[in-house]
């Protein structure tokens, strides 16, 4: 979060600052990357076209930091659909919006993760129902308010307190295995 | 919880995490699920800049000359409009003058990767003076020709920025000096350059008084005909936000 500098960074960088749109930037692209980790290998492709929309509509943002965060996102989020759209036409698959991220779970849903890292955490978290992943991504690295993911993603603040609930236990206890597992090996080698 | 992730925690994060902040905070397993996804951006996540500057530059940041006709630069509100942004950059500490001086110039490679190797520094950086001062040394500044029709808007911007200390920061200003023949000069170049209009033969200042009735004959130059030259605009395409630093004291 870029605080109490917000408003002036952001009014620096509508004026045409390239160091407070570099700040701006920085602040952002590493949680936007994470989230959009959800889309597999797209995710730093998907990124850069949220930029480039973003600073296409820069002068005309007005808001807040949450406000800006919500936008960045939900624009992230839109890229993303439309790349998951696009390549499961490519492939001749079925596509549903709401399942941009739930087709790269599979792929470590078995797998054994040692989640020593952010990369590691975010593996585990692609293993996640779609849903809880994505409010987990947008409440804990976005830092979005309930009311801004609802709204993002089109459902109740209930709902998004439930899945990003249950989403955080699932991966405590994912975690939690993990470690019992590491645990059982190390006695098994001492 | 290893004491390698220095993640800036939810309690650093926006204010408005209310209820989930308790609850990871009441659960050291949550806490620590969230320190992991929260961590320090890896390198990876810091780099790829270039694409999202060079949109920015193209965007919002587009360079005013750039935008003119070639021919409109040499006008009076070009030379105006240049020179302001000059007074204006002096009074921001430089800042603007990069951005202004690079958008002269065509983007190198080079420094397009120049600015998206260093996002840290310019992304962190408050000085920033000191991070235009560097990146100077690869976007070869030139500034306006203050041997030619850029010197009036030059010298009344110098008489705004005059006392201050980094006036002679700003390339603009070099070139004034230097037109000048040394920074002591200059107030005695500026006092002999003339305005615009002033001193050619092509007359721009407003008549004395207007001519009234209808002229005696018709004149013999078909109406069709344009003139050589499109009159300045009256406002420039884009207007300078930071009115409250115009350099000529005007508010």
């Given at each position: 979060m870029i605080g109490a500098d917000f408003e002036k960074v952001l009014a620096d960088a509508q004026a045409g600052d390239e160091y407070a749109f570099a700040r701006l930037w920085r602040d952002l692209n590493p949680a936007l990357l994470r989230y959009l980790s959800?889309?597999?290998?797209?995710a730093e492709e998907v990124a850069a076209e949220t930029w480039t929309t973003v600073v296409r509509g820069l002068r005309r943002f007005e808001g807040d930091e949450t406000a800006w965060r919500a936008w960045v996102f939900t624009t992230a989020r839109r890229r993303a659909v439309d790349a998951g759209r696009k390549r499961a036409r490519e492939a001749g698959l079925g596509w549903r919006?709401?399942?941009?991220?739930?087709?790269?779970?599979?792929?470590?849903?078995d797998a054994v993760v040692d989640a020593a890292t952010t990369e590691d955490m975010l593996r585990l978290v692609r293993t996640l129902p779609a849903a809880q992943a994505e409010a987990v991504l947008l409440r804990?690295?976005?830092?979005?308010p309930v009311a801004e993911v609802a709204e993002l993603l089109g459902r109740t603040p209930g709902s998004i307190r439930v899945a990003c609930h249950r989403g955080l236990e699932s991966l405590a206890k994912k975690l939690s295995k993990q470690d019992v597992t590491q645990s059982d090996l190390r006695a098994l080698r001492g | 919880m290893s004491n390698e992730f220095h993640g800036e925690g939810l309690h650093d994060r926006a204010g408005s995490h209310d209820d989930l902040l308790d609850e990871v905070a009441a659960n050291p397993e949550l806490a620590r699920v969230a320190f992991l996804l929260t961590a320090r951006p890896s390198e990876r996540e810091l780099s790829g800049f270039d694409g999202p500057l060079e949109a920015f530059r193209a965007h919002v940041s587009a360079p005013i000359p750039q935008r003119r006709r070639p021919s409109m630069i040499s006008t009076l509100a070009g030379a105006k409009l240049g020179a302001t942004i000059a007074g204006i950059a002096v009074g921001l500490g430089g800042a603007a003058t990069v951005a202004y001086v690079s958008a002269s110039t065509p983007a190198t490679p080079e420094t397009r990767a120049t600015a998206a190797a260093t996002p840290t520094q310019a992304g962190a950086a408050t000085d920033a003076g000191k991070d235009a001062k560097g990146q100077n040394d690869t976007a070869t500044p030139v500034g306006?020709?203050?041997?030619?029709?850029?010197a009036y808007g030059l010298c009344t911007a110098w008489k705004g920025v005059?006392?201050?200390?980094?006036?002679?920061?700003?390339v603009a200003f070099q070139n004034l000096a230097t037109a000048a023949g040394g920074e002591d000069e200059i107030e005695a170049f500026c006092a002999e350059v003339e305005a615009p209009g002033e001193s050619g033969d092509r007359a721009t200042g407003k008549p004395e008084s207007a001519p009234t009735g209808k002229p005696e004959s018709v004149p013999s130059?078909?109406?069709?005909q344009r003139p050589d030259a499109t009159p300045a605009p009256a406002t420039p395409d884009t207007v300078p936000t930071a009115s409250p630093s115009h350099p000529t004291g005007r508010s």
């Amino acid at each position: 979060m870029i605080g109490a500098d917000f408003e002036k960074v952001l009014a620096d960088a509508q004026a045409g600052d390239e160091y407070a749109f570099a700040r701006l930037w920085r602040d952002l692209n590493p949680a936007l990357l994470r989230y959009l980790s959800l889309g597999g290998e797209m995710a730093e492709e998907v990124a850069a076209e949220t930029w480039t929309t973003v600073v296409r509509g820069l002068r005309r943002f007005e808001g807040d930091e949450t406000a800006w965060r919500a936008w960045v996102f939900t624009t992230a989020r839109r890229r993303a659909v439309d790349a998951g759209r696009k390549r499961a036409r490519e492939a001749g698959l079925g596509w549903r919006a709401s399942t941009w991220a739930s087709d790269t779970a599979a792929d470590s849903a078995d797998a054994v993760v040692d989640a020593a890292t952010t990369e590691d955490m975010l593996r585990l978290v692609r293993t996640l129902p779609a849903a809880q992943a994505e409010a987990v991504l947008l409440r804990v690295v976005a830092g979005l308010p309930v009311a801004e993911v609802a709204e993002l993603l089109g459902r109740t603040p209930g709902s998004i307190r439930v899945a990003c609930h249950r989403g955080l236990e699932s991966l405590a206890k994912k975690l939690s295995k993990q470690d019992v597992t590491q645990s059982d090996l190390r006695a098994l080698r001492g | 919880m290893s004491n390698e992730f220095h993640g800036e925690g939810l309690h650093d994060r926006a204010g408005s995490h209310d209820d989930l902040l308790d609850e990871v905070a009441a659960n050291p397993e949550l806490a620590r699920v969230a320190f992991l996804l929260t961590a320090r951006p890896s390198e990876r996540e810091l780099s790829g800049f270039d694409g999202p500057l060079e949109a920015f530059r193209a965007h919002v940041s587009a360079p005013i000359p750039q935008r003119r006709r070639p021919s409109m630069i040499s006008t009076l509100a070009g030379a105006k409009l240049g020179a302001t942004i000059a007074g204006i950059a002096v009074g921001l500490g430089g800042a603007a003058t990069v951005a202004y001086v690079s958008a002269s110039t065509p983007a190198t490679p080079e420094t397009r990767a120049t600015a998206a190797a260093t996002p840290t520094q310019a992304g962190a950086a408050t000085d920033a003076g000191k991070d235009a001062k560097g990146q100077n040394d690869t976007a070869t500044p030139v500034g306006p020709d203050a041997t030619g029709s850029a010197a009036y808007g030059l010298c009344t911007a110098w008489k705004g920025v005059a006392q201050n200390g980094k006036a002679m920061e700003s390339v603009a200003f070099q070139n004034l000096a230097t037109a000048a023949g040394g920074e002591d000069e200059i107030e005695a170049f500026c006092a002999e350059v003339e305005a615009p209009g002033e001193s050619g033969d092509r007359a721009t200042g407003k008549p004395e008084s207007a001519p009234t009735g209808k002229p005696e004959s018709v004149p013999s130059v078909s109406p069709t005909q344009r003139p050589d030259a499109t009159p300045a605009p009256a406002t420039p395409d884009t207007v300078p936000t930071a009115s409250p630093s115009h350099p000529t004291g005007r508010s």
